[in-house]
């Protein structure tokens, strides 16, 4: 089974952040200092099942706000892609596209703790419990119809090390962020998307 990105697919202050900062301040120093960021990620899902945990791996550009790529390379092929006003899921494998605009749907989504903004609109926010150096920020959307329940994010030195998505279904998907580069210079074209002829196209 393919893995599914949880839209998938991130208030702010001038002031300066130690860095055993406060989850909470380490975020605010992220989003104030980073207006694109990219790497890599591995992912793992964990069913409420028990069954074997789905992992996999790729990398993913953004671009604040709600502009980001997030392309799986392993164990398959699949990638989304947003411009900040829609949102494309490529399955090459099937040839396949789906559409959809982000709307305000985007701003309550876990991607948008790292590629959104207006966090406390959306979100209940706190500092998570500190372990082995790196703070947490404890996340829960404030509509009642979110597909997730909360997000728990690592910060280490004002970046993002991890991301941990409880859904409504029990699941669990944990994010790994690695080669972490700050303030990259994007090409507009890394977040627009193209269906490839012939592909089937559903959605907006």
């Given at each position: 089974m393919k893995p599914k990105f949880l839209a998938f697919a991130l208030?702010?202050?001038?002031l300066s952040f130690a860095i055993y900062a406060a989850g909470l301040d380490q975020l605010k120093s992220f989003l104030e200092s980073n207006r694109s960021a990219r790497g890599v990620f591995t992912q793992t899902v964990i069913a409420k099942s028990g069954r074997k945990?789905?992992?996999?791996?790729?990398i993913f550009a953004m671009q604040r706000p709600g502009k980001f790529?997030?392309?799986?390379?392993?164990p398959y092929k699949q990638l989304l892609v947003s411009d900040g006003g829609k949102?494309?899921?490529?399955?090459?494998?099937?040839?396949?596209?789906?559409?959809?605009?982000?709307?305000?749907?985007?701003?309550?989504?876990?991607?948008?703790?790292?590629?959104g903004q207006d966090l406390d609109r959306h979100f209940e926010?706190?500092?998570?419990?500190?372990?082995?150096?790196?703070?947490?920020?404890?996340?829960?959307?404030?509509?009642?119809?979110?597909?997730?329940?909360?997000?728990?994010?690592?910060?280490?030195?004002n970046r993002p090390l991890s991301m941990e998505i409880?859904?409504?279904?029990?699941q669990i998907t944990h994010l790994r962020?690695?080669?972490?580069?700050?303030?990259?210079?994007?090409?507009?074209?890394?977040?627009?998307?193209?269906?490839?002829?012939?592909?089937?196209?559903?959605?907006?």
């Open positions: 208030g702010c202050c001038g945990p789905q992992q996999s791996a790729g790529r997030w392309s799986y390379e392993s949102l494309w899921s490529y399955d090459p494998d099937l040839n396949q596209v789906a559409v959809k605009k982000l709307g305000a749907a985007f701003g309550a989504s876990p991607a948008a703790l790292l590629a926010l706190k500092d998570g419990a500190s372990t082995d150096g790196v703070e947490y920020v404890e996340a829960r959307p404030k509509g009642g119809d979110a597909s997730f329940e909360r997000v728990r994010i690592g910060f280490a030195g409880h859904d409504s279904f029990g962020f690695t080669q972490f580069e700050s303030n990259p210079v994007l090409p507009a074209s890394l977040f627009r998307f193209t269906a490839p002829a012939g592909a089937d196209v559903v959605g907006d």
